[in-house]
C-alpha cells in the first residue's frame, strides 16, 4: 500500500467515531498550541491580530503574526476584508463545544476578556458603534449569562423602540446561539421575540406557533400577558375573531395593561363589523389610558375611535383627532402628526367643511413635502383634489391630480397612480372634453395593467367605453320619441278626420 | 491579493460549467439573464466560486462590489447601498449619500456641502477697472466632482420627519438605483452578495424586491448580480427569464486527482487513483472536505519528508 493512501486510512480512522469530523480534521493539522488557539477562535465570528491576543494574551506579536499565517493556510480559514472567519460547518462545532459544561469556565473567561475589545470608542460612527454593541453582547452572554441577557433585552427593546426591526432580528440569531444554554424563562422570552419578528414579517402563522410556544412554558405572567395580548392581535390579522377574543380576556385576567386590552378588543370588534361594540371598547380604552397617563397609548386610542367615526360620525371623529393632535410632539411625532391631519382633513370632508378640509390636507402636504416623502404627498393630493372638485375649483382639483399621478409614477406604484388617473378621466368627462376624458382613461387602463389589475383596468374600460363609440345623451333619445310620437299622433288625427268626413 | 488567496485561486477545481455562465453574462451586452444564482450545502465552495468570479472581474476591470453577510456583519438594506457605493466609487453617489444624511442626521438640510477634493476658483479672468474696489466676490466656479459630499454614518431614522420605514426605503432605493445606473453606464458593474441567507428577512425582501425589482424593470443596465446562498430559493415566475440559477454539487473522482496534483499531492501513479477514490468516499465530494483532507495529508507528508 503506498504511503498517501495508508495516511488517508489512518485520518479516516482517527476519525471515525468522531461526531465533529470537519473540526477534528481541522485541528488535527496544529500542534497543540495552535489547535487550541483556533479552538478559541471559534468563540467570536471573526478574528484577527488583536481577537488572538485577547483570547490568548500570552502571545507575543510574533508568536500572532505566525499563528495567523499557519491559520491562513487551512481551507477551513477565510479571509474577509479585513479579518479571518473560520468556515461555518466548523465554527458551529466547536462553538457547540465550547457551550458544553467541562469548558464554560474557559469560555466565559475568554469572552470577558473579549468585552474589551468592542468596548465603544467616541471617535466610533454610529455604523461602528452599532457593530460592537452586538458583538460586546454576544460575548456578555458568554462571560456573565445572566447580565448579558439583561442587557440583550434592554439593546432589543430599545432597537425595536427606533423602528430597526432588522436588527431586532438580527439581535435574536446571535442569542439563538447559546439556546442549548438557555434555562426556560430565556427560552420563552426567545419564544416570544420570535414570534415578535414573524409579525414584522407579516408572518401571522407563523407568529402564532411561536406565541404558542411561549404559552406552552411555565413563564412568568408578564410575558404570558404579552404572548398573550400580541396572540390576540396576530388573531384578529388573520380574521379569527372568536379566538382573539378569548386571548384578550386572558390577557386581561393574566394581568396585562386594561387599556391595552380594550383597544385590542376594539379593533377586533371593528374588523368584525360590531361598530357599537367597537366604539364602546375604544372609548374605555380611552379612559383607561388617560388614568394611567400614557400618552402614546392614548394617541393611538384616540386615532382608532376618530378611524372607526370618520364615516358615521365624522364631526365626533374630527374633535378626536383633535384630542390626538394636542398630545403629538413635531419633534418626535412627525409621521403621526401629518397622519392626523390627513385624517381632520377627510373628516372636515365628511361633513362638508371643505376650507377647514383643504387647510388640514395642506398642512399634511407641507410636512410631507419636507420629508421628501413623495408617496405621501401623492396620496394626500389625492384627497385634495376631491376637495377642489366639491368646491368647484376644477383647475386646481386638476391641478392635483395631476401631480399625484407624476409622484406614484415616480414611486412606481402603478395601482395608485391608476386610480389618480380614472379621478382625472371623470374630472373631466364631467368638466372637460370626452377626448381628454379618454386619453386619462387610457392611460389609466395601462397603469392598472402595469400593476397587474386587470379588473380593474376593465372597470376603467366599461365606465368610459373606452375604444367605443359614445353613448347618444339620454335626452337625445327622450327628443326622439317624443317627435316620433307626436308625428304618430298627427297622421292618427288625419286619418280620424278623413274617416269622419266620410 | 495576498499571497493565501493567490494560492487558493490556483488551486480551484471544477465549475467550469458555472465559470462559462458567469464570463458570458459579463461580457456579453445581449446576455438575457444578469442575475445568478448559486447555492448549495454548506462546504460546496459558493464563497470560493464568488471568490473566483470577483477575480475574474478585477482582471477585466469591471466595475464591482462585494457584500459578504456574517453572522455580526448584518448588513440591512442600507448598509448594503453603502457597501455598494463605496466599492463603485462614492463620488458617482452624490446625490444618494446626501439623502441618507437627509433622513438620518438631526436637522439636517439637502443642500449642505461638506467637503471637497478639487480646487475652486472664484472670479477667475474677471477684470476690475481702475479704481474699482471689491466687496464681496460671489460665485464659486466648482469643477464636476469636485463637491464631495460625506456620509455622517449614522442608523437611526430621524425622528421629527414625517416619512414611514418603507417610504424611506423607497426613496434612498429609487436614489442609489438611479446613481447606480449612472455609473453602469460608465463600465459595467457587478455586484456580489454572498451568503444571503444569513440578512435579514426584510433585508432579502428588499434585495428582490427593490434592488433586483430594478433590474427587472429597466431601471438599471449594464448591471448583473452573483448571488451566493446557502438554500435554493423560491424564485417568482416574473423573475424566471431573468435568472440564471446553478446548484453546486460534489466534486468528481477527476476534479480531486487534479485537486491533488494542484495541492502538491504526489501519491504516485499507482496509488493515484486508489487515493482519490478514497477521498471521495469519505468526503461525498463536498469540496470543503476534499480540501480539508488533501490538506491533512499534505501536512503529514510534509511532517515526514522533515523527520
Known sequence: MSLPLSQLQQLIGDLSASQSQESDLLLMQLDEADAHRLRLCAIPHAFDADVLRALDPALSAEETERSLEEFQRLPAVMELADCFALHDVVRQQLFAQWLSPERREEFSAASARLLDLYRPQPDDSAVEAASKQSNRLFHLLGADFERGFAEFQSVYQARRDRGRFSDCEALIRLLREYESVLGSRERGWLAYYRAEVADDNRNGAQALEYLDAVLKQDVPDDLRARALLRSASVLRRLGRFDQARASCAEALRRGAAAHLVHHESGLIARDNNEFELARAELERAIELSKAASNRRDLVIAYNSLGTLLLKPAPAEAARLFHECLALLDPEQDSLRIAQVLNNLGMANAEIREWPASAEFFKRSLEIKRAARDLYGEASTLLNVSRVHRAEDKWDEAKSALITSVKLFEDVHDATRSGQALRELARLTNDKGTRAEAQLYASQAIESFRRAGREADAEAVQREFRVGKAPRSKWWRWGLWSLATLFFVLIVALILIGLLVEE | ?307
Request: aromatic fraction near 8%; charged fraction near 25%; proline fraction near 4%.
Open chain 2, 1 to 307: 491579493m495576498t499571497p493565501f488567496l493567490q494560492q487558493r485561486l490556483a488551486r480551484f477545481v471544477d465549475r467550469e460549467a458555472e465559470m462559462r455562465s458567469f464570463c458570458s453574462m459579463i461580457e456579453k451586452d445581449d446576455w438575457p439573464r444578469p442575475i445568478m444564482l448559486v447555492w448549495g450545502e454548506g462546504g460546496m465552495g459558493k464563497s470560493s466560486l464568488l471568490m473566483r468570479m470577483i477575480h475574474e472581474c478585477s482582471l477585466r476591470e469591471f466595475g464591482k462590489a462585494e457584500v459578504f453577510w456574517t453572522d455580526t456583519r448584518n448588513h440591512d438594506y442600507v448598509a448594503v447601498m453603502r457597501k455598494i457605493r463605496d466599492d463603485i466609487g462614492a463620488n458617482s453617489f452624490g446625490e444618494f449619500t446626501n439623502l441618507i444624511n437627509f433622513f438620518t442626521v438631526p436637522q439636517h438640510r439637502l443642500e449642505v456641502v461638506v467637503g471637497t477634493n478639487a480646487p475652486v476658483a472664484v472670479g477667475t479672468g474677471a477684470e476690475l477697472g481702475a479704481g474699482a474696489q471689491v466687496g464681496t466676490m460671489a460665485g464659486i466656479v466648482v469643477q464636476p466632482g469636485a463637491i464631495v459630499i460625506k456620509d455622517l454614518m449614522l442608523n437611526d431614522p430621524r425622528s421629527d420627519l414625517a416619512i414611514s420605514e418603507s417610504d424611506r426605503m423607497a426613496r434612498l432605493t429609487d436614489q442609489f438605483v438611479q446613481e447606480l445606473n449612472a455609473a453602469a453606464r460608465k463600465r459595467k458593474v457587478v455586484i456580489f452578495l454572498d451568503a444571503v441567507e444569513k440578512a435579514t428577512e426584510q433585508t432579502q425582501r428588499w434585495v428582490w424586491g427593490e434592488l433586483m425589482g430594478a433590474l427587472r424593470d429597466g431601471r438599471l443596465m449594464n448591471a448583473c448580480f452573483v448571488i451566493g446562498g446557502r438554500n435554493q430559493p423560491a424564485i417568482d415566475e416574473r423573475w424566471r427569464s431573468l435568472v440564471e440559477e446553478k446548484q453546486l454539487g460534489p466534486l468528481k473522482l477527476e476534479h480531486i486527482v487534479e485537486y491533488l496534483a494542484r495541492r502538491g499531492v504526489d501519491p504516485g501513479d499507482a496509488a493515484r487513483g486508489a487515493v482519490a477514490e478514497a477521498i471521495l468516499a469519505y468526503t461525498d465530494g463536498n469540496p470543503f472536505k476534499v480540501a480539508s483532507a488533501v490538506e491533512a495529508m499534505a501536512r503529514r507528508q510534509e511532517q515526514k519528508a522533515g523527520t
